[in-house]
T-cell receptor, first 113, second 111 residues
Framework: GAGVSQSPRYKVTKRGQDVALRCDPI?????LYWYRQALGQGPEFLTY????????KSGLPNDRFSAERPEGSISTLTIQRTEQRDSAMYRC???????????FGPGTRLTVL | AQSVAQPEDQVNVAEGNPLTVKCTYS??????LFWYVQYPNRGLQFLLK??????LVKGSYGFEAEFNKSQTSFHLKKPSALVSDSALYFC?????????FGSGTQLTVLP
């Protein structure tokens, strides 16, 4: 299939460890978005890119969270010194252009022990 | 900031009956509204969107949504529900370039 893919699908880590979550958008999609979804809630915006440029990172909760998309395709969301409150589903989406509908990947379920 | 509200956490409907999942919005300017569906262990799937034009928007899997400016609503509808429609449904509004989602409505279609 040619959808958005994310890896790993599940990640269990210990508090204090760093984690890197990967997103591979639909080929040719310019815009890429990261969201976080707590259980029983809707996704909440974290950050987005157009090509390799990070356009908005206002949703990143603190400076332990960072994201990059160095070649304008694959993106990595990194969480340093993880805390239990970081446990959530992390979803990536891509769109052809900024104003087009967003297509979501299956998500990465992060559990911090 | 833009926001949407989904007043019902849970909606139950019998198979074959019409279904409605409610959404109201609060925006400044023109609203850009979306519906997504989430099946267990799968990503969010795009159903339909309203940008401009006809108030009745048709989407995937036989779903449609009615945009009502006076009531600031964008309810999701389907004339005849299927058991396979059982899922979690999210209404969303474009806020800048990001989407702001509602809290979701769990739809259960009973056989």
């Amino acid at each position: 299939g040619a959808g958005v893919s994310q890896s790993p699908r599940y990640k269990v880590t210990k508090r204090g460890q760093d984690v890197a979550l990967r997103c591979d958008p639909i080929s040719g999609h310019v815009s890429l978005y990261w969201y976080r979804q707590a259980l029983g809630q809707g996704p909440e915006f974290l950050t987005y890119f157009n090509y390799e440029a990070q356009q908005d990172k206002s949703g990143l909760p603190n400076d332990r969270f960072s994201a990059e998309r160095p070649e304008g395709s694959i993106s990595t969301l990194t969480i340093q010194r993880t805390e239990q409150r970081d446990s959530a589903m992390y979803r990536c989406a891509s769109s052809f252009r900024e104003n087009n509908e967003q297509f979501f990947g299956p998500g990465t379920r992060l559990t911090v022990l | 900031a833009q926001s949407v509200a989904q007043p019902e956490d849970q909606v139950n409907v019998a198979e074959g009956n019409p279904l409605t999942v409610k959404c109201t919005y609060s925006v400044s300017g023109n609203p850009y509204l979306f519906w997504y569906v989430q099946y267990p262990n799968r990503g969010l799937q795009f159903l339909l969107k309203y940008i401009t034009g006809d108030n009745l928007v048709k989407g995937s899997y036989g779903f449609e949504a009615e945009f009502n400016k006076s009531q600031t609503s964008f309810h999701l509808k389907k004339p005849s529900a299927l058991v396979s429609d059982s899922a979690l449904y999210f209404c969303a509004v474009r806020d800048g370039r990001q989407l702001t989602f509602g809290s979701g409505t769990q739809l259960t279609v009973l056989p």
